[in-house]
């Protein structure tokens, strides 16, 4: 068979720190387990700003689009953060998304045994934990019309955005959510605030109509963001899948990144629609961002990033076993006692990115 197009994108800050140690992980594959790969590697973000001045460039798009799948690592950097939104690190991934029409992120919450101590909430709320959090990414109030800064007549300025969603952007997140939980728990859990925005009662009876026409057979249940932020650190183990709009999404998987014991241990794959050929766009990241407070140091923890490969391998290329075997490495390391300094409690070895990289590497070594 023919070798599968990748199209690697580091970013800034943590991004080439946590994304030297996938490159690691993926010659070793292509070595040892016949991973057939093409790589190419792009900038993205801060990086590409300074050298093409642009956050992301039209060529970048193309690769992104005749990729297999695309590996983004981070973006984000303060030296960039009082130019327009537009011309951005930012608009990197926002424009990627928009440009693949990467609609569904899949973020699943799952905590490593060996983590459960690292959390910040009692090991029997989160012991055996796994959620599946499905954020739409290219509607809502990231993208809605009309936005901007005004200046009004006497003087006072006026910041706009609006939240939009439309019944077919609805629909297509909901069946990944619904499909996605057949395949789990069988359990759908809608988040919005219909309460007080007409976007999140349009939501709710587009998701409730979709349900009772397609897929009766999922228990569905409806909450409104603020209680489901709530009842994500009262007991997370409620939920199975929970599909939400762009905003909710972001902050409700941050929150429940801490629930598996850090932010960098999150990661996700970000899905278009399936295509004709059977084929869909796919671009795997961590949920964390640049984190400039610990960049250059070494120190960050890669095992999101490495993770979200996982993913690519699993989604993307199909190589279950693969995916297994990264995932499965991850866990015996942890169990070993190895931490990087956002996961570190008392008694474990605080190691540097590179050692933690080389830990999953040699595991996946010993175990295949
Ligand atoms: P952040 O996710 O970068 O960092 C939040 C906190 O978590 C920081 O204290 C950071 O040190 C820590 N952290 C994050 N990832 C970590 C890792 N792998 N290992 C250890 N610690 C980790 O969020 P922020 O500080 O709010 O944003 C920084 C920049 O990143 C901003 O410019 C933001 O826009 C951008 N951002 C980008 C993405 C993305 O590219 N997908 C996601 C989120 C934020
Ligand atoms: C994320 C990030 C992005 C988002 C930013 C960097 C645009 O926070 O991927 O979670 O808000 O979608
Ligand atoms: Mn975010």
Redesign the pocket.
């Known amino acids: 068979s023919q070798a599968s197009k990748l199209l690697v994108l580091p970013?800034?800050?943590?991004?080439p720190e946590?994304m030297r140690e996938v490159a690691k992980l993926t010659q070793w594959l292509s070595t040892a387990r016949g991973l057939r790969v093409e790589i190419a590697e792009e900038l993205v973000?801060g990086a590409s700003l300074a050298r093409h001045g642009v956050p992301l460039r039209p060529e970048v798009v193309t690769l992104a689009k005749e990729a297999d799948a695309v590996l983004?690592?981070?973006?984000?950097?303060?030296n960039w953060?009082h130019v327009a939104f537009d011309k951005r690190?930012?608009a990197?991934?926002l424009g990627l998304r928009q440009a693949l029409s990467l609609f569904a992120n899949l973020r699943p919450a799952q905590v490593f045994p060996p983590l459960v101590s690292a959390s910040t909430l009692k090991p029997e709320v989160i012991e055996g934990l796994d959620i599946m959090i499905v954020r739409e990414t290219v509607g809502g109030v990231y993208f809605g019309e009309p936005r901007g800064i005004e200046t009004l007549p006497d003087g006072t300025r006026r910041g706009v955005n609006t939240e939009v969603y439309t019944t077919p952007e609805i629909e297509r997140v909901a069946r990944v959510a619904f499909d996605l939980a057949r395949l789990r728990g069988n359990r759908v859990c809608s988040v919005e605030k219909c309460n007080v925005m007409e976007s999140g009662l349009l939501w709710k009876q587009v998701v409730s109509a979709l349900h009772e026409r397609e897929y009766p057979d999922v228990q569905l249940s409806h909450m409104l963001a603020d209680n489901c932020a709530m009842q994500l650190v009262r007991n997370p183990k409620q939920f199975d899948v929970i599909v939400t709009g762009n905003l909710f999404g972001d902050i409700l998987s941050?929150l429940a990144s801490m629930l598996t014991g850090?932010?960098?241990m999150l990661p996700s794959a970000t899905l278009g629609a399936v295509q004709e050929n059977g084929k869909r766009h796919a671009l795997y990241?961590?949920?964390?961002?640049?984190?400039?407070?610990?960049a250059g140091q070494g120190?960050?923890?890669?095992?999101?990033?490495i993770l979200s490969f996982a993913m690519l391998l699993r989604y993307s290329l199909k190589r279950e076993d693969d995916a297994r075997l990264i995932e499965q490495a991850v866990s015996n390391v942890l169990a070993s006692g190895l931490r990087?300094?956002?996961i570190m409690s008392e008694g474990m070895a605080r190691v540097s990115t590179e050692t933690m990289g080389a830990a999953v590497l040699q595991e996946m070594q010993k175990l295949a």
């Open positions: 970013g800034d800050g943590i991004g946590v973000g983004f690592g981070s973006v984000g950097d303060p953060g690190p930012e990197a991934i941050d850090s932010l960098g990241e961590p949920i964390h961002g640049s984190a400039p407070d610990i120190i960050a923890n890669p095992l999101a990033q990087t300094a956002d």
